[in-house]
């Protein structure tokens, strides 16, 4: 689009200072989103952010009256005036979120923003055959309506009620699921990961556990989307003051307007670790008390604001699968049967250097030493000094030898992870790396679809 929009007499130009990051339109492709924050005790406003934003108490919007007929095309599908109402009031009312004179025109171009790209989408969606099944949107939708603590036909019934027509979601849900099996039957191939990164990654997740940590929800507004620094400052105080005001909840305002890739997830940005995270941003998260809310954070792209819904000071439990070498030694050793045990452990560590190399061995055990599969251990329910002999080792690093009231024992690292509820398995590393990947080269092919579009003003 060349030119500002402008709609009816009574608006002026159209300035936006917020423009949803797109990955999927308004929402989360349910193959790639989590559901909403991990079961997790919060306190504070924290408790507060994932409370639905659309209940029985909710006020139809009040929204100036917009001039009748087609405002863009988009390679000749229109977009109408109705078409942009419509989508306002989806987008107010599943933010929660008020409309004051500052926010409409922030409002009103998202709306248009979201429209635009899921006309590009559908187009792109009919062009491969890509249908989505009217269960696949009543599945959505009763997803949804969950989270509301709603039935289906009472969430429709209540958009109805202030004025969103149930064909309205539907659309939108559907261009969402559809786009999201585009962009995995097209690019999925292009996602996949090898064995190597998944091991990097889960080395990195590992060595982190024993850094701080903080559990946060975040809101992201680009500078560049917003046009300035300070329109993205002054949208995300906006945004702030609302939430804080218990306007409208965290997860919602997050959802329809952050510009990061978690907005799909309603903010949930998951643990941040120290050192990997900007100093501005990390200095403000190390003040925050659990449940706290952080001021907007002006960074170099874009402002922040991070509701802190846990943190750890490090040093994090891990779980460790063990192989281990033995040699018996009784309570009473002389110090010659120690040294001998010693040196005999020592010699089969020298020769057998992995997990793959200890169960060849098993078969063939040296004489003298016992080999056993001693299953998953929680660093925290063993002896000290075995505890802080395999916190730094890695999978397929051994021990020296260490000494116990019954043996003389070399432990083997044949997998590593960390312990709790939030603790991220190999399967949930790789599922992650390829889930980013789909969203990057989805946003690209949107990009691309965008560039080559003939969109027009009417």
Known sequence: MSSPLSFGRNMSKVSSF???????????????????????PDTGEAALASQPALTSHTQAPQLPTLGEGIIVSV??????????????????????????????AAFQQQALNSLIDERLQQQEMDHWKVKVSDSDVDDEITRMAAQSNLKSDQ?????????????????????ESGWSQLVGGRYHA????????????????IADGQKPQYLVAEIYIDN??????????QGAKQLREQIADKVAPFQAVARQFSNAPSAANGGDAGWLVSGNIEPSVESVLTSLKTGEMSEPIPTKDGVYIYLLRQKTDGNADMIFRLRQAAVSLPANASPQEVASANATLAAFRS??????????????????????D????????????????????KTN??????????????????????????????????????????????????RELRSTATIENH
Not at 164 to 171: D, K
Not at 374 to 393: E, I, K, M, V
């Open 18 to 40: 917020l423009t949803l990051s797109m990955v999927l339109a308004l929402g989360a492709p349910a193959a790639f989103a989590q559901q909403g924050f991990p079961q997790t």
């Open 75 to 104: 390679n000749n599908d229109m977009i109408t005036s109705y078409d942009l109402k419509q989508r306002m009031l989806l987008l107010i009312v599943t933010s929660g979120v008020q409309v004051t004179q500052e926010n409409y």
């Open 155 to 175: 969430l429709l019934s209540e958009l109805k009620r202030v004025g969103v027509e149930p064909a309205t979601l539907r659309a939108q849900i559907s261009a």
């Open 190 to 205: 292009n996602a996949n990961v090898g064995s190597a990164q998944v091991d990097s990654l889960m080395d990195k997740v």
């Open 224 to 233: 560049a989307a917003a046009g300035s620094p300070a329109n993205a400052l």
């Open 351 to 372: 020769r057998v250097t992995s997990c793959e190399a200890f169960d060849e061995a098993s078969s063939k055990a040296p004489a003298g030493i016992q080999l056993s």
């Open 374 to 393: 001693l299953g998953d251990a929680q660093l925290s329910t063993l002896l000290a000094n075995y505890s802080d002999a395999l916190r730094p080792l």
């Open 397 to 446: 690093d051994s021990t020296a030898p260490l000494q116990n009231a019954q043996n003389m024992n070399v432990l083997y690292v044949c997998d590593r992870a960390l312990a709790g509820d939030n603790a991220l398995s190999r399967d949930q590393v790789e599922n992650n790396l390829v889930n980013q990947r789909l969203s990057m080269l989805g946003k690209r092919y949107l």
